[in-house]
């Protein structure tokens, strides 16, 4: 028998949380977040138990869809490694019905659309994303998913949360994403955006060319210009000092290069609380754009998409306000043997639509190569080519 998927899973490279059954859940929107923050700050200041109490769950793209946040019933946290280690083998699994919904030709044109609209000033940059879907031939086993994934991004941070409370059939987003939203301990808060990205090649010679052109690229450094501007402005007023290099650095996933800041603050009032910290912060312009209102505009005209909590916040805060919030990106929901992968890509004035696809490809490749054997993992394909592929 299968064990119990918890409805909520968090591990990253120095901390795991856990949280089993709902205790409590709050309900409300990004757009009017006071009332419901509020009842958070007071459900836990009034535990019982202080050192046990935690809000878990994820702040949605949407600024109008509801936000999943609960008090587990049941909750672990841990320092240690997470309990997910070991596998490394794929799932092996066959798409029996694949990309019925893959938007890939109306992301190339959408991508088009949002750089000419850049280069003629509309805006500065919008993050534009797309899904592709498949029926596999059994439901997918999503603890094992997750072991899989821990294994292959240790650096990462592997989740999996309940997206559909109450339903017979659960619906779950899973995925290990690489970037840290933001982390609280005590007054110190740390954010770590990426931004500007290439694909990782096979080849080590080639993959460390990419790395070094990526480092080099005026296209990506201004992309990534412009997520650290707004992580920095939004973190400047609730902080007293910000460190942070000019410099990115490079980081790697095992299937993509990205340009990172690592920014870090002394928060100006302990009382605000990471969950706060990560409202304040939300949307970056890492998975929305700039001005983030004329982006949320662009998005809802270019995109055939409903992001639910793709691109949105996930993480856990605990009574004193200490936690940590991802940024859920790399991952998939999945719904019985229905699996939707969701990737994005920053645009700028001088994005080329067809590497746009590409990276959003090779971004899709975290959760598909951890589910499904190699030959299928990358996207539609005809007949004829898989044939010559096998041949
Ligand atoms: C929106 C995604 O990635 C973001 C995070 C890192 C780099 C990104 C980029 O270079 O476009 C994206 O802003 C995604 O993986 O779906």
New binding site residues.
Partial sequence: MRADVPAFFLAGPTRTVVGEGERESFHGTLRAPERWLAEIDGALAASDDPRAALVVGALPFGEDAPVRLFRPARALVSDAWGATTGASRAIARTPIDRAAHDESGGFVDAVAQAAGAIRGGALKKV?L?RATELTVDQRPDVNALLAVLRARNPHGFTYSLDVAPGASDPTRLVGAS??LLLSRRGTTVVSVP????SPRCADPIEDRERAARLLRSPK?RH?HEI?VEHVVASLAPLTRALRFEREPVVSATPTMW?LSTRIEGTLRDRDLSSLRLAVALHPTP??CGLPTRAAREWIARLEALDRGY??GALGYTRAGGDGDWI?A??CAEIAGARVRV?????IVGSSDPELELA??SA?MRTVLGALLPSREVDPPRSHAERADDER
């Fill in positions: 993050v994303a690489p970037e990426l931004a500007g990205s990506d992309e997520v990205h890492a998975v793709f691109t940024v990106i790399r969701f990737a994005g890509a920053g990276e959003t971004k």
